[in-house]
C-alpha cells in the first residue's frame, strides 16, 4: 500500500473542498472496496477524507412519501429497515444477496453505488485494462470473458458494474443527491449516475471531480410483487452472472432492471411493453443489440430463462 494523508471531514462541504483541493484523494467510509484495491496498489489516493462523522447515516420519509437514505447508511441496516422491506422488498432482497453479512455491517449506501467492476483483469496489475490505466487496453476482449458484459460494451471495456443494490435502485428510479465543494447541490436520475464505457471505461460515474454522494431518494412506493433474482456459480459471496430485479403489478405489467449485463445496472424500459407476452419476447427486447463472446453468450438463455422464473414466482 502506497503511503497517503488522511483527515476527518467535519461537513458535507469541506469534504468536497478537500477533495478539490488535494489531488487524488478519495472518500472512505467503509471501505469495503476502496481499501483492497489499495492493498493491491491499483487505487493509489495520496489522501483519504474520512467522511464518517457527517451525520449522513439516517433513513427518513420524504414529504412525498418516499424515503431519503443517507449516504452512510450501512447495508445492513437498510435491508432490514421496516419501511424499506414492507414497501421496497427488492431493495432489501438485493442487498441481503450482496457480500458477506460482515461486509454488509460496514459497506455504505454510497460505497455500495461506487464500488468498481469484479473483471479479472483490473485486478491483475500485469495486464492492460482501460478502467485501470487508461488507453493501455483491454485484456477482457480475448481473454477469460464468461462473467462480462454482453451489453452496452465498447472496444475499450466488456466489464461489468458488480452492484447488486444498484440494480435494485435502478428498477424504483431512485435519485442520487450530492453536494460540491461550492456547496451546491444537485439530484442525478439514478440512470444517469452510471456510464457505459465508450472510450474512456475509467470514468465510470456522472460525479464531478470532489463531488460528494449525500444521499439516495427513493420515491414513494410503487407497489406490485417485488422479486429480485441471483443467478451465480456459488450460493455464497459471489457476484451475479445475472440478476433481475422485478416490481410486477397484476397483468403482469411491471419493471425490470438487470446486473451482470453491463457496466451499468441494464433497463431498457421500452422492453417492459413485453413483459405481458412472456419471458422469450420481453428477453428479446431486453437484449435487442447484445454482443457476445464465445466464452459468454451462454448469459442470453440465461436472461430469458431467469425473467421466466422472476415472472413463475409471480405468480406464486
Known amino acids: 500500500m502506497k503511503a497517503f494523508t488522511y483527515e476527518r471531514a467535519t461537513s458535507t462541504k469541506d469534504a468536497a473542498s478537500a477533495a478539490v483541493r488535494t489531488p487524488g484523494a478519495k472518500f472512505i467510509a467503509g471501505g469495503t472496496n476502496l481499501l483492497d484495491l489499495m492493498k493491491l496498489q491499483i487505487e493509489t489516493p495520496q489522501h483519504l477524507i474520512d467522511v464518517n462523522g457527517l451525520g449522513l447515516d439516517k433513513i427518513t420519509a420524504t414529504s412525498d412519501g418516499g424515503l431519503r437514505v443517507g449516504a452512510l447508511v450501512r447495508n445492513t441496516d437498510l435491508a432490514a429497515d421496516a419501511r424499506v422491506r414492507k414497501d421496497y422488498g427488492v431493495l432489501s432482497r438485493a442487498l441481503v444477496s450482496g457480500a458477506s453479512g460482515?461486509?454488509?455491517?460496514?459497506?455504505?449506501?454510497?460505497?455500495?453505488?461506487?464500488?468498481?467492476?469484479?473483471?479479472?483483469?483490473?485486478?491483475?496489475?500485469?495486464?492492460?485494462?482501460?478502467?485501470?490505466?487508461?488507453?493501455?487496453g483491454c485484456a477482457a476482449i480475448g481473454g477469460f470473458n464468461r462473467n462480462l458484459a454482453v451489453m452496452g460494451t465498447s472496444e475499450a471495456c466488456i466489464a461489468t458494474h458488480p452492484s447488486d443494490m444498484a440494480v435494485a435502485m435502478r428498477v424504483l428510479d431512485a435519485t442520487v443527491e450530492t453536494v460540491n465543494a461550492a456547496g451546491q447541490t444537485r439530484a442525478i436520475p439514478i440512470a444517469d449516475f452510471h456510464r457505459l464505457?465508450?472510450?474512456?471505461?475509467?470514468?465510470?460515474?456522472?460525479?464531478?471531480?470532489?463531488?460528494?454522494?449525500?444521499?439516495?431518494?427513493?420515491?414513494?412506493?410503487?407497489?406490485?410483487?417485488?422479486?429480485?433474482?441471483?443467478?451465480?456459480?456459488?450460493?455464497?459471496?459471489a457476484f451475479a452472472l445475472?440478476?433481475?430485479?422485478?416490481?410486477?403489478?397484476?397483468?403482469?405489467?411491471?419493471?425490470?432492471?438487470?446486473?451482470?449485463?453491463?457496466?451499468?445496472?441494464?433497463?431498457?424500459?421500452?422492453?417492459e411493453a413485453q413483459m405481458p407476452n412472456g419471458a422469450k419476447a420481453t428477453a428479446s427486447a431486453v437484449l435487442a443489440?447484445?454482443?457476445?463472446?464465445?466464452?459468454?453468450?451462454?448469459?442470453?438463455?440465461?436472461?430469458?430463462?431467469?425473467?421466466?422464473?422472476?415472472?413463475?414466482?409471480?405468480?406464486?
Open 197 to 237: 464505457p465508450g472510450a474512456t471505461p475509467n470514468i465510470e460515474t456522472s460525479l464531478a471531480p470532489g463531488e460528494l454522494i449525500t444521499a439516495v431518494t427513493l420515491p414513494k412506493p410503487i407497489g406490485g410483487t417485488h422479486i429480485y433474482q441471483k443467478v451465480r456459480d456459488r450460493a455464497s459471496y
Open 102 to 136: 460482515q461486509l454488509r455491517n460496514k459497506a455504505t449506501t454510497a460505497g455500495n453505488l461506487l464500488q468498481r467492476t469484479r473483471c479479472p483483469y483490473f485486478y491483475d496489475t500485469t495486464k492492460p485494462c482501460n478502467k485501470r490505466q487508461p488507453g493501455s
Open 289 to 316: 443489440g447484445a454482443r457476445t463472446t464465445s466464452q459468454n453468450a451462454f448469459k442470453l438463455p440465461l436472461v430469458e430463462r431467469t425473467i421466466g422464473a422472476v415472472f413463475e414466482e409471480a405468480k406464486a
Open 242 to 271: 445475472i440478476s433481475v430485479a422485478a416490481v410486477i403489478q397484476p397483468g403482469g405489467r411491471g419493471r425490470l432492471a438487470f446486473g451482470g449485463l453491463a457496466h451499468k445496472p441494464w433497463r431498457v424500459e421500452a422492453a
